[in-house]
């Protein structure tokens, strides 16, 4: 998803909110929830159960942003390079309308190793009340067609958000398995109590996030579901989920438009 290269007239439309930090929690070892809020996201428009945002934040070793309501990629690559925003996707894990306030639950991702991740897992793990932030967004990847009666979703800890949101908004007569890989049971979140959701957790165990093939594994044993009434959602990995998409589209049939598989992030080194 770099929208910093991508022929941007589409993506031109789309809306950016300026917001600040209101609370930040710690939710899980790695994990931190981010709740963000402003009168101006009283504009934003809900599009989806998995919809996400860029988080735009100012550039390194700056406190303040550096982009407005008016933001957009046009105007980004335009931007001398010290000027631009610094940031990624994130999923909306809740949106409370009555108190115009987003939660944005972000991954440490280097904690364990003690390295200092990139600049968004970095900033979340300083981030105040009062820290300014933009929301540009939002965008969805997860539309299942009406005959959709089964959902499967893969994901680790960055998809762990938009697995739930999607469980917790299941609508009557649809069934969800979401498959999850985090490194041990003190990740497990809370999980959606609804009928026909099934939560199935992988513990890497200490492996380093993106090395493991668990998700690839769990897919394999799976037993074929009917291709007709399922849809594959996930959030993972990038090899994780080209790996899944090679078996769901081959071994399992089904069709392209039944597969949305999104890699949300890239292991390097
Ligand atoms: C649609 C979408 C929705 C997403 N939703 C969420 C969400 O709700 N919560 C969330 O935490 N993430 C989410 N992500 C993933 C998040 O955008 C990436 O993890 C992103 O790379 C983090 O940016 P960064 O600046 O911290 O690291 P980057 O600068 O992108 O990368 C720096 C280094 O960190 C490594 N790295 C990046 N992410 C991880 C990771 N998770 N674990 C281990 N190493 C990592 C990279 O390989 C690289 O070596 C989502 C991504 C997409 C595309």
């Known amino acids: 998803m770099a929208e910093e290269s991508a022929d941007t007239t589409e993506l031109d439309a789309i809306p950016t909110f ?17 709740t963000v809020g402003g009168d101006d996201l009283a504009r934003f428009v809900p599009k989806g159960p998995d919809q996400f945002l860029y988080l735009l ?3 390194p070793g700056r406190e303040e942003l550096t982009v407005g309501t008016d933001f957009n990629w ?13 940031g990624a996707y994130y999923t909306v894990r809740h949106h409370r309308p009555e108190r115009n ?5 972000m991954v440490l991702h280097d904690v364990p190793s003690g390295v200092d991740g ?14 300014p932030v933009a929301l540009w967004g939002p965008r969805i ?9 089964d959902i499967v979703v893969f994901a680790d800890e960055t998809g762990l958000p938009a697995a739930f949101c999607v469980a917790e908004t299941l609508p009557e007569g649809r069934r969800a398995r979401l498959v999850i890989e985090v490194d041990g049971p003190a990740d497990h979140l809370p999980a959606p109590q609804r009928d026909g959701v099934q939560v199935i957790w992988l513990h890497r165990n200490g492996a380093v996030p993106g090395t493991t ?3 690839e594994q769990a897919a394999r044993d799976m037993a074929p579901p009917d291709p007709a009434t399922t849809y594959v959602y996930g959030g993972a990995e990038s090899r994780a989920m080209t790996s899944i998409r090679r078996i769901v589209r081959r071994d399992w049939n089904l069709p392209k438009e039944s ?7 890239r292991r390097t080194g």
């Open 18 to 34: 300026v917001a600040e930090v209101v609370a930040v929690q710690q939710n899980a070892p790695r994990m931190k929830r981010i």
């Open 57 to 59: 934040l100012p550039p």
């Open 74 to 86: 046009t105007a980004y690559r335009e931007m001398p390079e010290e000027e631009r925003p610094v």
């Open 101 to 105: 306030e987003i939660d944005l639950d």
């Open 118 to 131: 990139g600049h968004a897992a970095r900033w979340a793990m300083r981030a105040k009340p009062g820290d």
């Open 141 to 149: 990847a997860y539309e299942p067609s009406d005959s959709v009666t």
């Open 213 to 215: 093939s668990l998700l």
């Open 259 to 265: 597969v949305s598989l999104v890699p949300y992030w």
